[in-house]
């Protein structure tokens, strides 16, 4: 452990995408910066990642169709994007 910790840090990857270690992994090591892998669960069960599920409401144009059938299941702050408010943790249990 570093006597000084002044200016150090490291940096977490969320969700375990392939990308980090194809891409991201080489770099983080060559420059020597500290990386922490966090792996989502519904990848290692073979199951679909809840952000990919929003966007992929997104991406169809479901959002609308979405909000309607599940408003009520939901905090959100007014005016907040869909996006933005399945990400809050108040709603975490509506979204697994």
């Known amino acids: 452990m570093a006597q000084d910790r002044t200016g150090l840090a490291t940096v ?3 969700d375990g995408y392939c990308c980090i270690t194809d891409e991201a992994l080489g770099v983080f090591e060559a420059l020597q910066i500290p990386l922490t892998i966090f792996v989502n669960r519904a990848f290692m069960d073979g ?6 599920k929003i966007r992929f409401i997104i991406n169809t144009h479901r959002v609308a169709d979405f909000e ?6 939901f905090f959100r702050e007014p005016d907040q994007p869909f996006y933005r408010y399945t990400k809050d943790p108040r709603n975490k249990q509506s979204c697994g």
């Open 47 to 52: 199951g679909i990642f809840w952000r990919d």
């Open 12 to 14: 977490t990857a969320d």
């Open 68 to 73: 309607h059938r599940h408003s009520d299941k």
